[in-house]
């Protein structure tokens, strides 16, 4: 007997499933997608137990007939899509026929409908890919589905799913995605008794923006208007006229800078995508206006005829293929250039340091996403690499400037270094040769600042440029991790609470990590539906800086899909509120000031960059300044 078999249909179901249904937001993804091609103006969602428990998605669409209720779990059944031919001008958002049997097949499922062409409504039970039961049930016109004990007939799947608040903000930020592509349309998502996003239906874009993520966001917005371009269609049939591709939304002034891509949007003809070439095409638009590491806030809509995109590409419909691609990334990246150029906000040239990045630092200073950091540091323990050299970027402005790659051993006393005089013909001698070594920092003498913002000393193994800030920073970030794990946090009370406005994913990331935001000075609790109140800051933080530090930290505990660990939580914490307490740049220090400080830097662990990645201190070493100088 061969060893090949057919399988059976119950386990291709569930084979086909696990490409549809990844995790509850693919569940949600689907039912939401389905209220919207039955042209649904309510959509409600619930969740319970991050999704794997209970998903319900109700709208009030056209409903289904009774007989098509039944027919709606076969593999391949689709109202919308009748022929091969239809494929290539798909224009709603399922088309494959295959969401609620692949749901049905690894759930329990109830989907009740009813069409407005009927009086009655059905409702049919399914369980594990098998139809239990189906009865006629009186029902308002639309449709419910709800979908319990996800993944139970496949307990391998089960094991994949992240924690339930991971998962719950996949979802939150999910349905957040679809109410921001149809601001005309109510959305309500609960997650058990929490209200996480109730959105009303609005006149446009900018009211979906206002209700989500409140004034301030909204200021910070450009509005592309409605670019539009004409491209001749396929083969050149001028019988066909030419097609047209249309993008409007909204993009961020490039000072608004972002550590993930969480606050790109991206839809092409109302399908939320993730797509290389758009998101290419958004970053060359920002490129020399941000840093590389960096990005900004958009919400795109990519309109074009069906037949210029192909969605049948992605089993969860998350990828598309265009047939002009280049065009389309062209006329994508020059709009928005065209934009941010019109409305080029002043404050690029003079705007002072954002976050951890500064507008016209070098490409070195970018932030390094956390993890990458954390990797570094484990990599070699007790000491980072300047990010310059280790991630081949450029090190600094000054192209003869050497970073020291590695801690030396202690020197004993400070050298004395005789210049060699070459009109006497002097060899090279000692002082050419071995790289500056940062135990150097501890005999370095302030010789004066450089733009009020870096130190300038000397050292014995050359010329010391240090910066203020980051030192700074560096110094706070290990005084406060050692605070943090003795207990003994200082904490300042604000003289009026201050009040932030979390999206509904950061509310979920909120509630994750309260208690270590609480054990790190921050006294906060939420306070009404989508806002929390801060009572008590860290000591030294500003309270104009609270408000930042906090989005800071929910936007890294964010972009780490499986959750900072304790750890890692800890330093990014540490390090938001060291970058904010810290001595800015532009400042004049004393000389008193200036001694302290490169003395406490010596102190420190990891002198030689900062919580980021960012180098602190570049050394010009006294055998390049002999080579300039042509005396060796
Ligand atoms: P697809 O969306 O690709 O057609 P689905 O399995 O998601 O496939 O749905 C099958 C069919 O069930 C749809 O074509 C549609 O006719 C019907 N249907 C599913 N959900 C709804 C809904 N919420 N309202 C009305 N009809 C629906
Ligand atoms: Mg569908």
């Known amino acids: 007997m061969g060893r090949i078999r057919v399988l059976s249909d ?15 937001a693919s569940v949600v993804k689907e039912l939401l997608e389905n209220s919207l091609d039955a042209g649904a103006t309510h959509l409600r969602i619930e969740v319970d137990g991050g999704g794997s428990r209970l998903i319900r998605v109700a709208d009030n669409g056209c409903g289904m007939l009774r007989d098509d209720a039944l027919l709606a779990f076969e593999r391949h059944a689709t109202s919308k899509l009748s022929s091969v031919a239809g494929l290539d001008s798909i224009a709603t958002l399922g088309f494959r026929g295959e969401a609620l049997p692949s749901i049905a097949a690894v759930s329990r499922l109830v989907l009740e409908t009813r069409s407005g062409d009927e009086d009655t409504g059905m409702r049919v039970e399914a369980a594990a890919g098998r139809l239990l039961r189906a009865e006629e049930a009186a029902m308002a016109v639309g449709t419910t589905v709800t979908v319990r004990d996800l993944f139970y007939s496949v307990p391998a799947r089960r094991k994949f799913l992240r924690s339930e608040q991971t998962e719950l903000a996949h979802i939150a930020s999910l349905a957040t995605q679809y109410s921001l592509a149809h601001p005309g349309k109510t959305f309500l998502l609960r997650s058990g008794a929490n209200e996480l996003l109730h959105v009303t239906a609005v006149g446009d874009w900018r009211e979906r923006v206002y209700q989500i993520f409140g004034g301030r966001v909204l200021e910070e917005l450009v509005d592309l208007g409605l670019r539009r371009k004409e491209i001749a269609a396929a083969g050149g049939g001028a019988e066909e006229g030419a097609r047209l591709l249309q993008l409007s939304g909204l993009v961020s002034r490039p000072q608004v800078q972002r550590l993930n891509r969480n606050s790109i949007f991206l839809f092409v003809n109302g399908r939320l995508i993730r797509d290389r070439l758009l998101m290419h095409a958004l970053s060359s638009a920002y490129h020399n206006l941000m840093p590389a590491a960096c990005y900004p806030f958009a919400l795109l809509f990519l309109e074009c005829d069906c037949r210029e995109v192909d969605v049948n590409v992605h089993p969860a419909k998350t990828e598309v293929r265009f047939r002009c691609g280049s065009l389309v990334h062209d006329f994508v990246r020059d709009s928005i250039r065209a934009v941010l150029m019109e409305s080029r906000p002043a404050a690029v040239a003079s705007s002072p340091p954002v976050a951890a990045v500064s507008l016209d630092a070098p490409q070195a200073a970018a932030t390094l996403p956390f993890s990458e950091f954390t990797q570094r540091l484990e990599a070699a323990p007790g000491l980072e690499a300047p990010s310059g050299l280790a991630s081949g970027e450029p090190a600094g402005p000054l192209p003869e400037v050497t970073l020291p790659a590695a801690a030396a051993a202690p020197t004993p006393a400070a050298v004395r270094m005789r210049v060699p005089d ?34 300038v000393a000397a050292g014995r193994d050359g010329l010391w440029i240090v910066d203020q800030h980051v030192a700074h920073e560096r110094i706070l970030f290990e005084q406060i991790l050692r605070s943090r794990a003795s207990g003994r946090m200082e904490m300042q009370r604000l003289l009026m609470p201050i009040v932030v406005e979390l999206t509904p994913a950061q509310q979920v990331e909120f509630a994750r990590i309260a208690s270590e935001l609480q054990a790190s000075g921050f006294d906060a609790e939420p306070f009404g539906q989508r806002t929390v109140a801060v009572k008590a800051a860290p000591a030294g933080v500003a309270a104009a800086d609270v408000e930042k530090i906090l989005f800071e930290i929910l936007e890294t505990a964010e972009q780490e899909p499986r959750g900072l660990s304790l750890n890692d939580l800890r330093r990014v914490v540490a390090a938001s509120i060291a970058c904010r307490a810290a001595i800015k740049v532009n400042t004049p220090l004393e000389r008193s000031k200036m001694e302290w400080l490169l003395a406490a830097l010596a102190a420190t662990d990891c002198p030689m960059s900062c919580p ?21």
């Open 10 to 24: 119950q386990v291709a179901n569930k084979i086909a499933a696990g490409e549809v249904v990844e995790r509850p």
């Open 422 to 455: 070459t009109h006497r013909g002097f060899p090279e001698g000692d002082f050419a040769a071995g790289l500056p070594s940062l135990t150097a920092l501890a005999d370095l003498r302030p010789l004066g600042q450089l733009h009020d913002s870096f130190i």
């Open 612 to 632: 980021h990645g960012r180098p602190v201190a570049l050394c010009y070493a006294n055998r390049d300044i002999l080579r300039g100088f042509h005396r060796i």
